[in-house]
């Protein structure tokens, strides 16, 4: 009986512990599902789709470990981004937008400027494979990046800074600064981006019928910086006045150094083609950006009027300076020589008036944009 007693409780004590262990094991099952669950959510509410916009937040997308603007658009997964600065939706050539203020740039300038805002000053980028009639009708695709503004009334002031090492030293810092009330809206932004590349390469050299494949070492430093002041005005819930300026300077710098080897003796007794190469760049360009702008929404969104005034200058100087140094015994001869410099300098006036009606057949635009640019490009020797 008491062998019967202790088999039987031993039976328990195991069914019990059975028990325990499947409950625990289906909870578990039960969070991770639960955690699937709540990541499936955070993925879609990060991702949406309205009036053939795909709008997306940094919140549970790729976009969220983005550093900057640039890398934001490229991680999204909804434009091709390359490195040469070109962005394409659906292999069309695609129009950057921020805060409804056309960006007039394109290729590396675009790409250097995007990478000077911080992506955490980002809300949220439309992507808009087709353009509506609110838009020039030469505008393929449109990417809006809407930044981040305070909904809390005051003063608001926002720091951050980045240091990172490759081979060289990249940083990045910024400062924004907003204040918000009832009828007024301020924010400035104040970004430093430097980065220092250094790369290697090959090229080939030709010097008395010997053709060398050398290993090129090139040192490139780039710094952009933008200053930016918003200020808008609401008169009342139909009507908003914005006045915006920017300076932006930009700075490249490239070195570029190679040589096919020492002038060994058994190198100059075969007089074998010896020689240093050596490269310098410098872009040193600068903008201005004002921006006057005035728009009206009725109260059921059906008519809309959007008037704008720009004027942009761009001043840009380049200097480029090559040199070859041939082995000649016993030392290097200053061979050929170029020197390349030049000044561009350029102004935009650009007003632009569009009017939209929706009505229940359909969705009507009226769109009228007019400028004058004035381009003078000196050469200097």
Do not use: C
């Not at 195991?14 to 499947?22: C, D, E, T, Y």
């Not at 955070?42 to 053939?52: C, L, P, Q």
């Not at 434009?79 to 203020?101: C, F, H, L, M, P």
């Not at 250097?112 to 009639?133: C, F, H, R």
């Amino acid at each position: 009986m008491i062998y019967l007693h202790h088999i039987t409780s031993r039976a328990l004590i195991l069914l019990s512990s059975l028990i325990v262990i499947l409950t625990s094991a289906q909870q578990k099952d039960t969070l991770k599902n639960e955690k699937k669950i709540d990541e499936i959510k955070i993925t879609r509410s990060a991702v949406k789709f309205k009036n053939g916009k795909i709008i997306v937040t940094p919140a549970g997308t790729a976009t969220a470990d983005a550093s900057n603007s640039w890398e934001f658009i490229k991680n999204s997964g909804y434009a091709d981004a390359s490195e040469e600065g070109t962005i394409k939706i659906k292999q069309k050539y695609t129009t950057v937008y921020i805060n409804d203020r056309k960006l007039r740039l394109s290729g590396i300038e675009l790409k250097n400027y995007l990478e000077s805002i911080p992506a955490k000053l980002i809300k949220n980028i439309e992507v808009i494979g087709t353009p509506d009639s609110s838009y020039p009708a030469d505008e393929q695709s449109i990417i809006k990046i809407n930044l981040v503004n305070s909904n809390i009334e005051g003063l608001k002031l926002g720091i951050g800074s980045s240091l990172g090492f490759t081979k060289k030293m990249n940083m990045a810092q910024n400062l924004n600064l907003n204040y918000k009330s009832e009828k007024f809206e301020i924010n400035t932004l104040l970004s430093s981006t430097h980065a220092n590349v250094l790369t290697e390469m090959n090229a080939e050299r030709e010097y008395k019928n010997n053709i060398w494949d050398i290993a090129q070492n090139q040192d490139i430093q780039k710094s952009t910086n933008i200053y930016s002041l918003l200020v808008n005005y609401f008169a009342d819930k139909r009507n908003k006045f914005s006045i915006y300026g920017e300076y932006n300077p930009v700075n490249t710098q490239s070195e570029l150094n190679a040589d096919n080897g020492l002038p060994t003796a058994e190198r100059v007794s075969r007089k074998d083609s010896i020689f240093k190469y050596n490269s310098m760049f410098k872009d040193l360009g600068r903008s201005t950006n004002v921006q006057a702008n005035y728009k009206f929404e009725n109260d059921s969104a059906t008519q809309k009027l959007n008037i704008q005034f720009e004027y942009l200058n761009a001043n840009r100087k380049t200097n480029n300076s090559f040199r070859n140094y041939f082995y000649q015994q016993s030392y290097y001869l200053d061979g050929n020589r170029i020197d390349d410099s030049s000044s561009r300098n350029i102004n935009m006036y650009i007003g632009n008036a569009n009017y939209t009606l929706q009505t229940k057949n359909g969705e009507y635009g009226l769109q009228e944009e007019g400028f004058h640019t004035v381009t003078s490009i000196i050469p200097l020797i």
